[in-house]
């Protein structure tokens, strides 16, 4: 499995664009990147998925350079409501294989 | 979106006691998966489930811990003889398309 590395923390205020990048040097040619976001007492919950280049939803963006070593997740416009742990993972979706947590970037949003 | 229950949702018990925590996965889903989160740490894979059979376990799904499918809907992680250790909030999760939905978790505190 691809290790994958990012800021254990990061801070910003309301309304700004928040971007949290992650390292996956030795991301695996099958290999999806995926976001999960968890907050307190909850289950982690699917933020967004990307491949290669640049993936949108009504969430998030996912921005994946060429190498695909790395990718960031970029959050427009944080809310408070916004503030949780931010996960990065590397692999094969659907694959049967059980996800791989780090320790995720805890995001504090505050007014 | 598809809907993952666990129940209890917090559960208390003495040290050396057996625990039952209940799931009941998205419906008709042979796969599902158990995590476990100690307070502060990370999402902890211990055991994936396939078609009535366990087809993967991580290093802390030792003897003491079974996973069953008494029925057809629900699915079941025991404990045979909790210690303080285990006191984690317990996450049940199934595939859908490329993401893993999660439960809310059942909290466990051992005392």
């Known amino acids: 499995l691809a290790k994958t590395t990012q800021p254990i923390s990061m801070d910003s205020y309301e309304g700004q664009e928040v971007n949290i990048t992650c390292s996956h040097n030795?991301?695996?040619?099958?290999?999806?990147i995926t976001w999960y976001q968890q907050f307190p007492s909850q289950g982690p919950r699917f933020i967004i998925q990307g491949y290669k280049t640049k993936v949108t939803n009504e969430v998030a963006s996912l921005f994946i350079p060429a190498d695909r070593k790395s990718s960031t997740l970029s959050l427009p416009r944080v809310s408070l409501s916004d503030t949780a742990v931010y996960y990065c993972?590397?692999?094969?979706?659907?694959?049967?294989?059980?996800?791989?947590f780090g320790k995720g970037t805890s995001l504090l949003v505050t007014p | 979106e598809p809907e993952v229950t666990q129940t209890p949702s917090h559960q208390v018990t003495q040290m050396g006691q057996e625990v039952i925590l209940r799931c009941v996965p998205i419906s008709n889903h042979l796969y599902f998966y158990w995590y476990r989160q100690i307070l502060g740490q990370k999402v902890e894979f211990l055991v994936s489930?396939?078609?009535?059979?366990?087809?993967?376990k991580s290093e802390i799904f030792d003897d003491q811990f079974s996973v069953e499918r008494p029925d057809g809907s629900n699915f079941t992680l025991k404990i045979r003889s909790t210690k303080l250790e285990d006191s984690a909030m317990y996450f049940c999760?199934?595939?859908?398309?490329?993401?893993?939905?999660f439960g809310p978790g059942t909290r466990l505190t051992v005392l």
């Open positions: 489930f396939y078609n009535n059979e366990i087809s993967e």
């Open positions: 030795n991301i695996a040619t099958n290999d999806y």
């Open positions: 993972l590397v692999g094969v979706p659907n694959s049967g294989y059980a996800l791989n």
């Open positions: 999760a199934t595939p859908e398309n490329n993401e893993q939905f």
